[in-house]
């Protein structure tokens, strides 16, 4: 059993692995109980816990927002894991942190592997390469775990998103020229639980970052409409309201026609090879994965 310090409870991967790591002794703390944007909070903290273990999912992830919030998104982003890394060195613990497939420009056309060349293009990817260079810098055992297209039953995320939207509005327009791995929280906390069984933070071999998502890649729209037609499948047993979007009337459109302030990676896919070799961990197919949600999602 290992004392663990999860940060970011109320976000979607923090809730989920709260219930997972039921094995350990856990002290989890929600964004009122530890403001990782405070520094001396975070080191105060973590000198009062004392953990074995640091497992922070908590982040700045308004991808938009962030440009014109670049102080606060780099203060979670960057500052706060360099701290977290700091304070876990001085009393021997390690650190598990959660990076992103925005970390890549997307401009590769096969799946990206951890040593490709990263060269986010928003202010968000960026803040979060930053966290991964200063935990690396600081030299203690580590797992960096980059995941993408992090969705939940819990939180707001694009599935409970374009189930809303589908529920209102009679057709959707989804953008169909951006690749990933729609990832599930339930498969990220699912793989860090085999995980603490798997590594050895004393060996400084495992140290290091790697890909962690859901197998496959689809685009947004094919995730939009597996979202639909997965609803429809469940609908009837689970007595839900039927939907006024049809598959069908989910239309394709291109990253030009929805122009955002941050800039997105046309390809976020990532292998997970790195995983499954060291660590033996693999996650399910991303349709395995909605599937499983969709069992749990409340509406």
Do not use: C
Request: aromatic share 8%.
């Amino acid at each position: 059993m290992k004392k663990i310090l999860l940060t970011g409870v109320n976000g979607q991967v923090g809730h989920a692995l709260q219930k997972k790591l039921i094995q350990h002794e856990v002290v989890s703390l929600n964004r009122e109980q530890l403001d990782l944007s405070d520094a001396d909070a975070i080191r105060r903290v973590v000198q009062s816990i004392r953990p074995d273990l640091i497992i922070n999912p908590a982040a700045y992830t308004a991808v938009d927002k962030a440009e014109t919030e670049l102080q606060l998104a780099y203060a979670i982003n960057a500052v706060a894991p360099q701290i977290l890394a700091e304070e876990a060195a001085n009393i021997n613990a390690a650190l598990i942190h959660f990076s992103t497939d925005y970390v890549y420009d997307g401009f590769k056309t096969s799946a990206y592997v951890e040593t490709d060349i990263v060269n986010p293009l928003s202010t968000y990817g960026k803040s979060k390469l930053a966290g991964e260079v200063a935990i690396r810098s600081v030299g203690l055992p580590h797992l960096i775990l980059r995941t993408s297209w992090v969705y939940g039953a819990y939180g707001k995320n694009f599935l409970k998103t374009i189930l809303r939207l589908a529920s209102e509005r009679d057709s959707l327009r989804i953008v169909a020229d951006q690749y990933g791995a729609p990832t599930s929280n339930e498969s990220i906390a699912d793989a860090v639980v085999s995980l603490l069984t798997a590594w050895n933070p004393e060996n400084l071999n495992q140290t290091g970052v790697y890909h962690l998502t859901n197998q496959g890649k689809t685009s947004w729209h094919g995730f939009s409409t597996a979202i639909v037609d997965e609803y429809n499948q469940l609908a009837a047993a689970k007595n839900w309201p039927s939907l006024k979007t049809a598959v069908e009337n989910i239309t394709p459109i291109t990253t030009a026609d929805y122009p955002t302030p941050a800039a997105r990676p046309t390809n976020s896919s990532l292998d997970n090879n790195q995983l499954k070799q060291i660590f033996n961990v693999e996650l399910p197919t991303w349709q395995q994965g909605l599937q499983r949600v969709m069992q749990t999602i409340e509406l």
